[in-house]
């Protein structure tokens, strides 16, 4: 199903009467999967479903919408992070940090396109993929009791928010300015998996894709959460392209993209984000892009013939490159389709400010967990 069709409908751009028809099904819907997220928060809340405190930091980044708000970057951010801090408290000892997912659209050989992702942002961190999140974290902790430290383990549960069977010690909460609250709608009618009433458990909020909104649609964002958090909890972040890279690990300059034709290609959450980035920083490469941005599906496992059919596309358009992102590059097994080379924009964030201090406060909740586990 097209993507873009979907959020043409949800969003309630597409006035047609068959998606005036599917609204009105999918609000249907979207109270009955209310109806679940709402007994299972009160579970939760009242104790009927426990939740399971382990012996460690844990740091939950998560989403209250679906599709892609730019997570796995900031997982990565607060891994680094956690690494310094753990460092500093102890330089004699290997920091102790896995990251822990669900693994939602791993292959047959048990990883996705994340873990592939944050393998390269953060090598030589364990990450632990498993539906039941809490019982592989406990093994993993189960399995440093040999190795020698005062300071607890930590913990960074990626894709967080709505796992909580897990207790967290911070809960960092990522909000796309471009698409904040899911069209206002719970699923399927909107993209929200909660009600915007849950957003009431952040600890901060991450605001990312800042630079592709206006001052003033910030400002509004700014006053709706300012309801859960403390001004100084609202951290506003860029997401900043640095360098072009292939699968053999070969970098290129971005001015390249000024002077090379490409045709882009992605199977992201938010795949218009890939192409709003690429005008937004790279304006003069707009003119070397040839056809249409080619959409897959999130998480989709590229096939040879996904390949060979976009190596022919890039041919009859004249492009030299097929460009995409990390997500999509750790999937491709070949550097190049029919003489067309696969080259990934690598980002990074930015914060505009504050960064310094949540780094602050990560250090003092750690501190804080560390000295009551030592009592």
Request: charged letters at 25%; hydrophobic letters at 50%.
């Given at each position: 199903m097209n993507l873009s069709w979907i959020h043409g409908v949800q969003s309630g751009a597409d006035r047609s009467w068959r998606a005036r028809l599917l609204r009105r099904c999918l609000w249907v819907l979207s109270l009955a999967y209310g109806v679940v997220v709402l007994c299972r928060n009160v579970a939760y809340q009242?104790?009927?479903?426990?939740?399971?405190?382990?012996?460690?930091?844990?740091?939950?980044v998560g989403n209250i919408t679906t599709g892609g708000t730019g997570k796995t970057p900031l997982v990565g951010w607060v891994v680094q992070a956690l690494h310094a801090l753990l460092l500093s408290e102890k330089p004699e000892n290997q920091p102790q940090i896995a990251i822990l997912s669900r693994g939602y659209g791993a292959t047959t050989a048990g990883s996705n396109d994340e873990k592939a992702v944050l393998d390269r942002i953060c090598p030589g961190v364990p990450h632990l993929q498993n539906r039941q999140r809490a019982r592989i974290a406990a093994e993993w902790l189960a399995s440093l009791l040999h190795v020698p430290t005062l300071k607890c383990p930590a913990i960074v549960l990626d894709d967080g928010m709505q796992h909580r069977q897990l207790a967290r010690d911070v809960e960092?909460?990522?909000?796309?300015?471009?698409?904040?609250f899911g069209y206002g709608y719970l699923l399927p009618r909107g993209m929200l998996r909660e009600p915007l009433s849950q957003?009431?458990?952040?600890?901060?909020?991450?605001?990312?894709?800042?630079?592709?909104?206006?001052?003033?649609?910030?400002?509004?964002?700014?006053?709706?959460?300012?309801?859960?958090?403390?001004?100084?909890?609202?951290?506003?972040?860029?997401?900043r392209p640095s360098r072009l890279i292939n699968m053999q690990g070969e970098t290129r300059s971005l001015s390249e993209l000024e002077s090379v034709a490409y045709l882009p290609f992605c199977g992201i959450g938010n795949p218009t984000g890939f192409i709003q980035l690429l005008k937004h920083w790279l304006p003069a490469a707009s003119a070397q892009m040839k056809g249409t941005l080619q959409i897959f599906d999130d998480h989709h496992h590229y096939t040879p013939q996904d390949l060979d059919e976009l190596g022919l596309l890039a041919n009859a358009h004249g492009a030299r490159w097929l460009l995409t992102t990390m997500k999509d590059l750790v999937k491709i097994p070949q550097a190049s389709s029919h003489g067309v080379e696969f080259w990934a924009v690598e980002i990074a964030p930015h914060f505009r400010e504050g960064d310094e201090r949540l780094r602050q406060y990560l250090k003092d909740r750690y501190e804080s967990l560390n000295r009551s586990l030592m009592d």
């Open positions: 009242t104790g009927w479903l426990r939740t399971r405190r382990l012996p460690a930091f844990v740091v939950s960092l909460i990522v909000i796309d300015a471009t698409h904040p957003l009431m458990r952040a600890d901060w909020f991450l605001v990312t894709r800042s630079e592709m909104v206006s001052q003033q649609q910030l400002s509004s964002l700014r006053e709706k959460l300012l309801k859960f958090v403390p001004q100084d909890r609202i951290l506003e972040i860029e997401f």
